[in-house]
């Protein structure tokens, strides 16, 4: 069957290959990667949607590594002070903009003002950024973040990719460049950008954009690929027949749902699967009277009876990863010892027992004359919801727990749900980040509507009061692991599955590194066969 498929693409190849705008005819001194639609601009600030171009182009103070490892990237090193409210950052003295001109700290201040002081930008907003009250320059390559008392920032949000103040900022730019933040949407250089990272921006031309590599990036002689076209595609079919015969060399973040159309492509291409930053989980809300999950042992006989294998194949296709906390399998703080909860419907009712929640009328679980009932609440324009909720309740009733559905409209479930704290049982996806972070569990979270289910518990927060921008990583693992252990046995939440995208690469494309935020370290790919020998020379040669 799969080679049937492949027969098809090629001809549906032959009779489309005039449909991408850019020449792919040259050596494969250029890497071709396929994009499903073409971005409205380059300037990652506005952007609401994640666009790969910008990837290459533009760079943060910082950045994750494949184990969600915090490091450097524009910024060398950091430091905070005892008590945790200032976050100082020393910058690489040997950056440059695309366009000759040196980074500074000045553009970091720049950047990050648009976002917290500055009323008149129009773009998105990350509402977190709220933490930091005052951004002090103190000289070219240093500077300092000040954010309020028991603020909960996470580092993931100082690895926003910064933008060159000399051509954004209206006070010093020149020409066409001097535009009002207010009209910052239009921009001249939202589609002609100028960034610090590997590869500069080269042209726009009809259905693609051309990426050439930036030969005086400061890191050595990366990158190795000289050249990046991301041809623009209408749907996945005509994606996926470019990659079979070459046109393209990389096709990534494919969804499970993309993937189950697929053909068999790995004699001639690589699969790299990643975990998504983001799970399904059922929330307890702790908030309220004599209610029967405050039982621990209620909600681990609620997580005894679930199937996460289940879900994941009947609603994904088997591309799913299982998940017991917050934390992502493939990061570096993730405490693999930790005791997980497979279906076992016996231990379910032996809790249950314990509880002295009883078998009675019907098969359902009874304790002085009341039934063993939850309300589940979940969003109802989402499919996948409507049927984990069916599965739950299906799985459930196997150990006597009656489950009503409660399917809500999402700014209904949003303010009168979740924000008001009036549900039961929440079914919802959860953003994870990638700095691990105690925000679904603080007591300080609570109001302001992080702690979904009003959690609390006084030994997580000592544990907990570690000082995660200065101690050392044996430290913080342990931490972390404690914390983990902790939620296993209290179960405020139960995390149920990811969803694993994939990125389907020509096997000639080498160095590539998955992790649960894509693809990392793109400026070390490297491009082999064909002409790619004169790749593999120093950059310097080349000057």
């Not at 989980?281 to 006989?301: K, L, S, Y």
């Not at 691990?436 to 030994?459: D, Q």
């Not at 994939?502 to 693809?519: E, Q």
């Amino acid at each position: 069957m799969y080679k049937k498929n492949i027969f098809v693409l090629v001809l549906i190849v032959v009779i489309v290959s005039g449909a991408s705008g850019c020449d792919s005819t040259e050596s494969k001194g250029c890497l071709d990667q396929a994009l499903f639609r073409e971005p409205s601009m380059l300037n990652p600030h506005l952007l609401r949607e994640d666009c790969a171009v910008t990837d290459y182009i533009f760079q943060g103070l910082v950045y994750y590594d494949e184990e969600l490892q915090l490091v450097g990237q524009l910024a060398e090193r950091w430091e905070s002070s005892p008590d945790n409210q200032e976050w100082t950052f020393f910058l690489r003295q040997d950056v440059t903009w695309h366009d000759g001109q040196p980074f500074t700290a000045a553009d970091v201040e720049f950047t990050y003002a648009l976002h917290i002081f500055d009323d008149s930008f129009t773009g998105p907003r990350d509402t977190d950024l709220a933490a930091v009250e005052a951004i002090e320059v103190l000289d070219d390559y240093s500077i300092k973040f000040i954010l309020a008392p028991d603020h909960e920032l996470s580092m993931s949000r100082l690895s926003m990719d910064i933008l060159p103040r000399h051509l954004y900022d209206p006070q010093v730019a020149l020409g066409q460049d001097k535009i009002s933040i207010g009209q910052i949407a239009k921009h001249p250089r939202n589609w002609r950008p100028v960034g610090t990272g590997p590869y500069r921006f080269s042209e726009w031309q009809n259905q693609c954009i051309i990426l050439e590599r930036y030969e005086h990036y400061y890191d050595g002689d990366l990158p190795h690929i000289k050249r990046i076209k991301f041809h623009f595609y209408p749907d996945l079919d005509t994606a996926l027949s470019d990659l079979a015969v070459g046109r393209v060399d990389l096709l990534e973040d494919l969804s499970p749902a993309q993937m189950e159309t697929v053909p068999d492509l790995s004699q001639t291409h690589e699969y790299y699967t990643y975990q998504e930053m983001g799970c399904q989980v059922m929330a307890f809300n702790f908030q309220g009277g004599a209610i029967p999950w405050r039982d621990r042992r209620v909600r681990q006989a609620v997580a005894f009876s679930i199937d996460r294998e289940k879900m994941i194949s009947d609603l994904i296709g088997g591309r799913g990863v299982p998940m017991e906390g917050m934390i992502p399998l493939d990061s570096w703080a993730y405490a693999p010892e930790i005791a997980g909860y497979t279906k076992d419907l016996a231990r379910a009712g032996q809790l249950l027992d314990q509880a002295g929640w009883l078998p009675g009328q019907g098969g359902w679980r009874y304790r002085d004359g009341k039934r063993l009932s939850f309300q589940l609440t979940f969003r109802e324009d989402y499919p996948i919801y409507q049927h984990l909720a069916a599965l739950i309740k299906e799985s459930l009733a196997l150990v006597g727990i009656e489950v009503s559905l409660d399917p809500r409209p999402w700014n209904e479930l949003l303010l009168d749900c979740v924000q008001a704290g009036d549900f039961e049982l929440l079914l919802l996806g959860l953003s994870l980040d990638p700095d691990p972070s105690v925000a679904l569990y603080s007591s300080n979270s609570i109001s302001r509507g992080m702690n979904l289910g009003g959690y609390t518990s006084s030994t997580l927060e000592s544990c907990l009061s570690i000082d995660v921008m200065t101690a050392d990583a044996e430290s913080r693992q342990r931490a972390y692991g404690a914390m983990q252990k902790l939620m296993s046995r209290d179960l405020p939440y139960i995390f149920l599955f990811s969803p694993v995208r994939t990125a389907i690469a020509s096997k000639n494309l080498k160095g590539i590194v998955p992790s649960p935020l894509g693809l990392c370290w793109r400026e070390r790919w490297r491009l082999v066969g064909d002409d790619s020998d004169s790749l593999k020379e120093p950059l310097s040669n080349e000057h």
